[in-house]
């Protein structure tokens, strides 16, 4: 069991409402002590009022006194005197505790008072097993600025030295194509990186990412492995945030909850596109290195949450026939193609690869929305760049030039050492079966 000591958002993005989903999405219960509460939506404050000491304090008890509470974390604590009273209360308990130091609001403004800040620093800090300042708040609690990665590793030890045993400096405010979150922890340095993703809907990350690890700590897991996890859980939050109300929609906190609850339906679906391929013996649409059928998980961000057929599936005398069963993970070259073209539409589901000729390209131009790269303008790689899917990434990085929707087909002629292809996308696998069949009938119409 975990609890959160914050906040109350009425929008529901962030606060104890987020901290409660984000704790509920990794199988612990979430138990709360409300600080204060506030009128908002997606764009922004229209109304607070705090709850009194005497209140918060009694929560904190009540709650520790009846449930087994494995960790606890502290959200918006807006006043030198509920800080002081959270301080209080949480010292007379031996569990952990994650401090997520709310200074300063996604405006720029700050949300604490000059003697609040000193109580936060004084009294709350050095109580805390873990503190996740973003680059503003650790700005303010070392009067440093933080403008590159390097600052951010020297403020995390900085703020280390005050008391916490750990501090995670999440640095999304820095530029780049990455995102990078340091943490410092038991004298060494930590460093996440992850693809920015170009989206508004970020609200409530901050708050999120303590409720993750205070979960995880919850559960058992150690400090660098319960951040470990809340930092995937809130890549996959953002990259799927929620775009709800008319301002800054929330990260998606259960999306990794509903994206393993669709597994077993990828695939099935995987199945059923290849039983229509076998009924309509579609062995011609068949490459040299095997044809697969690619199906994402709702909420995928890696090949392994991507269901496709292990070996490839491959024309015999007897037909179509899979090397082997669908399988999550199967494929390296279509899950990656799948997943470099979500980057650019999240609502694209399917891919599958077929031979390309002469004749199958023919078709895809007449009967689909199609786009031809030149593989033999693709760069060596840079063996020090971390490039996400490699040459799929830059295929479909290609493709999408000049465009803003991805393509129904993407084609290639090939290079050296590279056989000639053509890539189907889809919505669905029920579309991804229909444009296979529509090329399938293409070709033997021109026959």
Known sequence: MALTVAGS????????QADLKTMEALGVFGTSALTSVTAQNTQGVDAIEDVSTDVVAAQIGSVAGDFDVGAAKTGMLSSAAIIETVADRLAGYDFPLVVDPVMVAQSGDRLLAEDAERTLREELLPKATLVTPNL??????????????????SVAKRIAERGPEAVLVTGGHLRGDKLVDVLYAAGETKTFRKRRVDTPNTHGSGCTLSAAVAAGLAGGADLQTAVERAEALLDRA??????????????????????????????GEVREVLRALRDRDAGVLVPEVGLNVAVTTPYAVDTGEVAAVEGRVHRTADGLVPAGPPWLGASSHVARLLLAARHYDPSIAAAANVRLDDAVAGVVDERLDAVAVDRTAEPD?????????????????????????????????GAVGKEAMCRLFAESPVELQERLLRVNDGLGDEN
Not at 9 to 16: F, I, L, T
Not at 392 to 410: G, H, K, L, S, Y
């Open 238 to 267: 953002v990259r799927y945030g929620l775009d709800v109300g008319e301002g800054a929609g929330p990260v998606h906190h259960m999306a990794g909850l509903r994206n393993d609850a669709a597994r077993a339906d990828a695939l």
């Open 381 to 413: 790689a840079d063996p020090t760049e971390e490039r996400e899917g490699g040459t799929m990434a830059w295929t479909v990085e290609r493709a999408m030039a000049d465009r803003e929707t991805v393509p129904d087909a993407i084609y290639d002629r």
């Open 9 to 16: 958002d009425s929008g529901g993005g962030a606060g104890v």
């Open 136 to 153: 503003a708040e650790a700005e303010m609690l070392t009067g440093t600025d933080v403008t590159d990665e390097a600052e951010m590793r």
